[in-house]
């Protein structure tokens, strides 16, 4: 009991503003040795900045951070990591055209000038072998999943003797196998006394790997708790502040005639090899079709082809009628069709322009954003206004460059725009992803609503109770083929368990 | 000595600055800073070096003159570029205006009274080509030994500078922040010292390439001497896509066309002068055009990823 009495980490009235923000308010966060804290809060709630304060990224306002009871001076990730903090950042660090061996090793100084590689693989190897971490030393990270890429960062920290580990928002992108991999890795942690700060909007999660829970809302401290003392509804409360109905009204569906049509498709991957495989689906006006499978087996080619990034090497792809295949993506957007992409960052926002002009990306060819050549910039700023309160995006400004919104934020944005902008389909892929559990409600409403004003609506989730509520039918996807198509309601989680892991429903029965 | 050895030599003289000053931008921007001040250090680097000899009558001395000028105006596109985060296209194109400039000025006050106050024109020292009796008759390997210290110090650099960027933990260091400072950054990697460091490590290279030039290849001042060498030195290091082994090739492509040039102009031809001149530039820039387009198509190597931008850390 008696190392219980001196925290692990203490931080002490912790405040940091930027531009337009107060990110942080006055925070006081313990830690003790051997423990799991879970740390919630809403998308912009100031999680990422509070964690990147610990780890000597950024620097506070004000406020003190104590280490096994001594007051520590971080004023960088060097003095951080010497004190024993490792984090997995919600964007990893690192570096894409590099090995995993390299990024192991990157910023250790402690390695000879000439590394050498064999005792850093042989290292490597044996903590992956003791955490079962599997990962290919030599190949570099450009190649790797992201799931890969996620157990290389904690590789790192584990080569690193990470004593304090702030994992953020790890599971935003792990498939569920995933996750239970990583709760894994971290009671193993824990096990060995090490301490961890966890990141997460999946409340079911904070009960999987947490002792101890902690919420912000805007930047202050609002709960303190143990995790046995709580409950996934009771926490998301305090954390949006309002009741979240974790269930949808959904009207029994009409549908209309087909509005997508895949005939026979097929495509490669990034690797030049076949990613979809003679895909054949269709999607009805006031229909949601829901696509299951686990990460990686063809749902971003799959989501691409449909959005015109992608080229099908044959098959055709018909949108309300008209063959689309292989039109450009311009043409595609012409016919209606509007795209959440998986990978929020580099496609789908432009992080130097302005949340207005990035809301007004797709409208701003013709009225009522633009007359002629010219931009109309009161309309655009009345628009952006408009969609940052109806969905909640937390910005200091219209004019604030994305950039510097929180990751959830950055997602929203995208999402208001791409609603405004549909017509005929909208491809939602990954669309809750590392949103708020109040935000992620607004996602489904939305994708529900859109269904009854009678768009199609092709639906991308890894998470299968999300996928049940929201879709009309599904489709399971494996290795780029479909394995089926059947009605969403009432069908059975297992058969479509079974079906993601490439058992077809004969040969289980 | 053959006709083939003598180009040989001819042209390895000529490639020599062109490979230091490669060398030292690719190191330079293999941190992620464009330098496009290298004609200007050039010329800065050739004129002190001959300036320093023409009064001190010490190579080693000019050397250093040279290297000192080179370091000073590197670091102050380093300063430029990463504590004031200027633009590092600008910064560059200033030290390569205020370089001319100031060359050709300094050009013309700092000779003796008696040449007025001009050094055009002047002999000094230089470096000899060392020349290994028994060895140097030897059909082409007598190109390879029949050069001055600086060429052999560079025949070192290049393995060196190779290893050290490849092999190394400070090498692997620099390329982490030349590709993704965010990543150095948080690791631990000092992102602002490194690329000062190498910045000025590139300009301290690109000055000696300067002053071979004026201490060896075209002993002198003249104005202009580097005869736009430092933009080939831009299109060098993207011909050797970073990597300082490749950068001996671009120079010894553009050293060859130019004694070949040379050679055709001594031997009376009736090609236009003017013409033959442009030769070694246009041979130069084709075969950058289509090594680098089949590069591209070919694999996935290209620019350090953050060449060109500026890293503050609560910067997103
Ligand atoms: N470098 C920065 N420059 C300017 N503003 C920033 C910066 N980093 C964060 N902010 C702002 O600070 C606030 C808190 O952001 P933070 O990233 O900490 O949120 P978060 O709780 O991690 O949210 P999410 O769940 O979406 O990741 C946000 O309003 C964000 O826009
Ligand atoms: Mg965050």
């Known amino acids: 009991m008696d190392e219980r009495t001196i925290p692990k980490v203490e931080m002490r009235g912790i405040s940091k503003s930027f531009p337009g923000v107060l990110a942080n308010d006055c925070v006081d966060l313990v830690l003790y040795r051997g423990e799991v804290l879970a740390l919630l809060g ?21 406020g003190e951070i104590y280490i096994d009871g001594r007051l520590a001076a971080i004023q960088s990730p060097r003095d951080a990591q010497k004190l024993g903090i490792g984090m997995v950042h919600q964007n990893f660090k690192l570096v894409d055209s590099m090995t995993v061996l390299e990024n192991i090793i990157l910023g250790l100084d402690t390695e000879s000038f000439v590394p050498d590689w064999n005792k850093v693989r042989a290292r490597l190897m044996d903590l992956s072998a003791r955490y079962h971490l599997k990962v290919d030393p030599d190949a570099s990270i450009w190649q790797l999943s992201v799931g890969e890429q996620q157990r290389v960062e904690i590789l790192k920290l584990l080569y690193r003797n990470a004593e304090i580990l702030i994992l953020d928002e790890p599971t935003a992108v792990l498939t569920p196998q995933e996750s239970r991999e990583l709760s894994r890795v971290v009671h193993a942690m824990r096990a060995e006394g090490k301490s961890a700060i966890f990141i997460t909007h999946k409340m079911e999660e904070v009960t999987e790997f947490s002792d101890r829970v902690m919420v912000l809302r805007k930047g202050k401290v609002v709960a303190e708790t143990s995790t046995r003392n709580t409950s996934p509804r009771e926490l998301a409360t305090l954390m949006v502040g309002r009741e979240i109905l974790f269930q949808i009204e959904k009207q029994p569906r009409q549908p209309g005639e087909v509005v997508l049509e895949l005939d026979h498709v097929s495509a490669l991957n990034d690797r030049g090899l076949p990613a979809l495989k003679d895909v054949c689906l269709s999607l009805h006006a006031g229909e ?103 969905f909640r995006i937390a910005t200091p400004s219209p004019q604030t460059q994305v950039k510097f919104l929180s990751g959830g934020n950055i997602q929203k944005t995208i999402l208001a725009r791409e609603i405004g902008a549909v017509k005929t389909v909208m491809v939602a892929v990954y669309p809750s992803r590392g949103l708020d559990v109040g935000a992620t409600e607004t996602v489904r ?65 | 000595m053959d006709l083939l050895t003598s180009i040989l030599t001819i042209t390895i003289r000529a490639g020599t600055s062109l490979t230091l000053a490669t060398i030292g931008e690719i190191l330079t921007e293999r941190s992620g800073i464009l330098n496009l001040g290298v004609e200007g250090i050039m010329l800065l680097g050739a ?28 670091l102050l596109h380093a300063f430029l570029t990463t504590t004031m985060r200027a633009n590092q296209v600008v910064s560059g194109l200033s030290i390569t205006l205020f370089g001319t400039g100031f060359a050709s000025f300094l050009g013309q006050r700092l000779g003796p009274a008696t040449n007025n106050f001009r050094l055009v024109g002047l002999r000094a020292e230089r470096i000899t080509p060392l020349a290994p009796a028994g060895l140097k008759d030897i059909p082409i390997l007598g190109a390879l030994v029949q050069q001055d210290l600086l060429t052999y110090l560079t025949y070192l650099l290049i393995p060196l500078a190779w290893f ?20 150095a950054d948080a690791m631990g990697i000092d992102v602002v010292r490194t690329r000062y460091r190498y910045t000025v490590l590139g300009g301290i290279l690109i000055a000696l390439g300067g002053a071979h030039l004026s201490l060896s290849y075209t002993p ?97």
């Not at chain 1, 900045?49 to 990224?57: E, R, V």
Request: proline share 4%; aromatic share 8%; hydrophobic share 50%.
């Open chain 1, 288 to 390: 949601v079709l829901g696509i299951a499978g686990v990460a990686g087996n063809g749902q971003r080619e799959l989501a691409e082809v449909v959005t015109g990034l992608r080229k099908a090497t044959s098959g055709t792809l018909r949108i309300a009628g008209k063959d689309m295949t292989n039109a450009s993506p311009l043409q595609i957007i012409r016919q209606g069709v509007a795209h959440i992409p998986q990978d929020r960052a580099s496609v789908g926002a432009v992080g130097d322009l302005s949340v207005a002009s990035n809301l007004a990306m797709k409208q701003y060819r013709s009225k009522p954003l633009a007359a002629g050549i010219f931009l109309l910039p009161r309309r655009i700023m009345d628009m952006a206004r408009r969609l940052i309160d109806a």
């Open chain 2, 164 to 183: 050290f960027l490849y092999k190394t933990r400070p090498g692997l260091w620099l390329r982490s922040v030349g590709e993704d400072p965010q990543t």
């Open chain 2, 47 to 74: 004129l002190s070096a001959f300036a320093t000899v023409f009064y001190s009558h010490s190579i080693l001395l000019a050397l250093l003159v040279a290297m000192a000028v080179g370091a000073l105006m590197a």
């Open chain 2, 220 to 316: 002198g001042w003249s104005e202009n001497i580097t005869g736009g060498r430092g933009w080939i030195v831009i299109a060098l290091v993207i011909f050797s896509m970073w990597n300082p082994a490749r950068a001996i090739w671009g120079a010894l492509l553009f050293g060859g066309i130019n004694a070949v040039q040379f050679r055709l102009q001594a031997s009376g031809t009736n090609i236009p002068a003017n013409f033959l001149n442009m030769m070694p530039y246009i041979g130069t820039i084709l075969v950058l055009v289509v090594m680098t387009w089949w590069e591209a198509l070919s694999k996935r190597v290209g620019a350090p990823a953050a060449l060109g931008t500026s890293y503050m850390r609560e910067d997103k």
């Open chain 1, 42 to 62: 809403e998308n912009g709630a100031g999680k990422s900045t509070l964690m990147n304060i610990l780890c000597g990224l950024y620097r506070p306002d004000a």
């Open chain 1, 445 to 509: 409403r939305q994708l529900v609503a859109q269904r009854d004003n009678g768009l199609g609506v092709l639906f991308f989730s890894e998470d299968l109770e999300e996928l049940l509520q929201v879709s009309d039918r599904i489709a399971v996807l494996f290795e780029g083929r479909i394995m089926d198509v059947f009605p969403a309601e009432g069908a059975d989680m297992e058969h479509i368990g079974m079906l993601m892991a490439g058992m077809s429903g004969k040969e289980s029965a």
